[in-house]
């Protein structure tokens, strides 16, 4: 599986990724929102290692795949499709904090868009963010997703209750392009 984009290849995960996934993977700032980390090395280890594995399920329900650089093969952070039900999707991103804010992570969620409907076939794709991602919301409705509620205390981890915000996009607004709304109708 590879995409490619304006300025981005996504490809599949390999073993020399390692340490360019470990750099973000273990930064508590990147995963302060996320169930898992910071990683310990041999947590990215395991992390990749099951990755690779899972090119190989068929039928394969779940794509985490590297965002690199199409210039200089530098690897910025991951992104993921996940086959989850009947036509429907969620999708999935993280990356290093040295490339936030360039608009990286829009367009490579806006390639597994390009994926899920145009390839995959699906009908709904759909993400989840805790409500104080603010750059995390900010990318779904930068690609078309709809603010779709606010799950309440839904999942435990770290030692705490934790709420999201839901965001989805159907195929028929995907390809019309329709414009996303703000979380909580704002
Ligand atoms: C959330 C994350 C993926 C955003 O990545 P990014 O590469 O900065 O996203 P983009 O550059 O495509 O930004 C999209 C928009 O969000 C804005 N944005 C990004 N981070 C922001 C923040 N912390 N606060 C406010 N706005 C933010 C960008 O400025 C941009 O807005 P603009 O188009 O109006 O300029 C990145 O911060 C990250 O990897 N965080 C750690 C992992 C994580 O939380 N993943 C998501 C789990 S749900």
Known sequence: MQLETERLIIREL?????????????????????????NTEEETREYIRSMIDMQNQSPRQSYELAVVLRDTGRLLGGCGIHLTG????????????????????????????????GEFG?????ATCRPENIGSAKVMQKIGMRYEGHLREHMWHKGAWH????????????????????????
């Open 14 to 38: 390999v073993p020399g990724d390692l340490e360019a996934v470990h750099a973000y993977a273990s930064d508590p700032l990147v995963t302060r929102y996320m169930i898992w980390g910071p």
């Open 122 to 126: 699906l009908h709904r794709i759909y």
């Open 86 to 117: 009947p036509r429907q999707g969620e999708i999935g991103y993280c990356f290093n904090p040295l490339f936030w804010k360039r608009g990286y992570t829009s367009e490579a969620a806006a390639a597994l868009l390009r994926l899920g409907f």
């Open 163 to 186: 709420d999201s915000y839901l965001y989805s996009i159907l195929e028929h607004e995907y390809w019309q392009g329709e414009q996303a709304v703000d979380p909580e109708g704002e």
